[in-house]
């Protein structure tokens, strides 16, 4: 079921051509497609340092130094999958958080009535929110989640809607089963316990990133197999769960985080679950001076692509 790419070129000079996610062809009928690589440009939701809405155009540009095959599990998504890059959820009320939800919302779900697989470049982390209200309509699905924080508290500034509170509500809408939720690199000081309380207390298995270095890489995913099962599940990954001397561009950093090849370890540790989806949140590039945190974000899309093709190609048959 491969499709090899016919307008924008992945054989193309990687300088040539207009830059789309992993030099797919940009292809706007989901009908076309077992896997959407989308972008979602906004950052309403962040409280601090914003910039997240320039994240897609940079993780697209950076995306052009990824290549097909896999080097430690040989998978090759685009074998596997018809891919390609829908490009933007587009933002008519851009000022208005609650209308541009509604919006990435109607957006998700012409691709689950497609049986599409989204894969999203963010965005800030209020956005994971309306994707998974598109596609956990039916029932409540599982998350990994790698993040520097629990994103459950009630609201800040007055709002309930911004980059951390989006699993809150998931949980509180019937979104998300808590109970098959894993929350992986949690840390830093925060002025309230309620966050961290909300995860635990709701049944979520938490994973700072003490707990993490103690354990390692291979005994976190085998938590992870435990907690998800076989279940339906999300992976949502924030740039800032990586310690900032990786991927400096970002709007909430913590030092003392995950390196890369943990990051990527622990992503490639998901093949075989029953995986719907993924996000790369939280990239911002008018912090990201040397343009390496959106190629460490590009990349982690590529290592969610890989296990996300080869659990959609399980399930349609379409494996080789
Ligand atoms: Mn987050
Ligand atoms: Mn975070």
Sequence with gaps: MANEPNATSRFAPRYSEIPTFMRT????D??????ALVGVPFDAGAENRPGQRHGPREIRNMSSLTRSIHHVTKINPYELCRIGDMGDVAFPCAFDLEKSHADITRFYATLREADVAPLSAGGDHSISLP???????????GMVHIDAHTDTCDEELGSRF???TPFRRAVEEGLLDPKRVVQIGIRGAQNSEEGWVFSLDSGMRVIFIEEFSRLGVEAVIAEVRRSVGDCPTYV????DSLDPAFAPGTGTPEVGGLTTIEAQGLLRGLRGLNLIGGDVVEVSPPFDSTGNTALVGATMMYEILCVVADAVSQRKGTSK
């Excluded at 062809?25 to 706007?28: F, H, K």
């Excluded at 989901?30 to 896997?35: A, M, T, V, W």
């Excluded at 998974?132 to 039916?138: E, K, V, Y």
Aim: hydrophobic share 45%.
């Design 236 to 239: 949502s990954f924030d740039i």
């Design 162 to 164: 911004t980059h951390g």
């Design 131 to 141: 994707i998974l209200r598109a596609i956990a309509g039916r029932q409540p699905v």
């Design 25 to 28: 062809p940009l292809i706007r």
């Design 30 to 35: 989901p009908s076309k497609l077992d896997i």
